[in-house]
């Protein structure tokens, strides 16, 4: 299976604030990988799918960048309703495998 | 606007099989585009994709669930389901039902999750 590994696991930041997570794959991926939030007890929302393609309804202060085995997800000006959990997972090969999150709490 | 709705019980006893279905509204479980997937997510493991299936039948699993789910489909009811046998504590999680498109191989619809627990 290819692992993904997220850094950091946690920060935190002020509304406004530019915020980069990155992730990492265990092997290249080209462009097949997919950045998802998830809030407290609701199912994960798909933010970004083929690395950089925003979805459909998502604000455009959400970007993803990458290809290979390195990938970025940044939110420009972080908002009070950005607070959450975020999870990148890649789709090259099955099992589609996750990275284990990073929570962005309010400083 | 496409919905989905998870259901089944909340509690399986160890070695019985974990029975879950999902309600799709607002969209078909017939239509080509999209395959209809199950992911679960523990504190212990994360989130972990368990399987989809698209409308022509066809399937695709996770192996490290050791050939115990299996996928189902039923166009006449809008549904899709899952069935997880030989549960141990390990499967209680919850569930999530989503709809992937095949274009982007992405889960862009979820639904709100159901918890369960395998206990005795």
Not at chain 1, 3 to 18: G, H, I
Not at chain 1, 70 to 93: G, H, K
Not at chain 2, 52 to 69: D, E, F, V
Request: net charge positive; proline share 4%; charged share 15%.
């Amino acid at each position: 299976d290819i692992q993904m590994t997220q850094s950091p696991s946690s920060l935190s930041a002020s509304v406004a604030d530019r915020v980069t997570i990155t992730c990492r794959a265990s092997q290249t991926i080209s462009t097949s990988l997919n950045w998802y939030q998830q809030k407290p007890g609701k199912a994960p929302k798909l933010l970004i799918y083929g690395a950089s393609n925003l979805y459909s309804g998502v604000p455009s202060r959400f970007s993803g960048s990458g290809s290979g085995t390195d990938f970025t997800l940044t939110i420009s000006s972080l908002q009070p309703e950005d607070f959450a959990t975020y999870y990148c997972r890649q789709s090259y090969s099955s099992p589609g495998t996750f990275g284990q999150g990073t929570k962005v709490e309010i400083k | 606007q496409v919905q989905l709705q998870e259901s089944g019980p909340g509690q399986v006893k160890p070695s019985e099989t974990l029975s879950l279905t999902c309600t799709v509204s607002g969209g078909s479980v017939s239509s080509g585009s999209y395959y209809w997937s199950w992911t679960r997510q523990s504190p212990e493991k994360g989130l972990e994709w368990i399987g989809y299936i698209h409308n022509t039948g066809s399937t695709n699993y996770n192996p490290s669930l050791k050939s115990r789910a299996t996928i189902s489909i039923d166009t006449s009811k809008n549904q899709f389901s899952l069935k997880l046998s030989s549960v141990t504590a390990a499967d209680t999680a919850v569930y999530y039902c989503a709809r992937g498109t095949i274009l982007t191989s992405a889960d862009g619809t979820w639904g709100q999750g159901t918890m369960v627990t395998v206990s005795s």
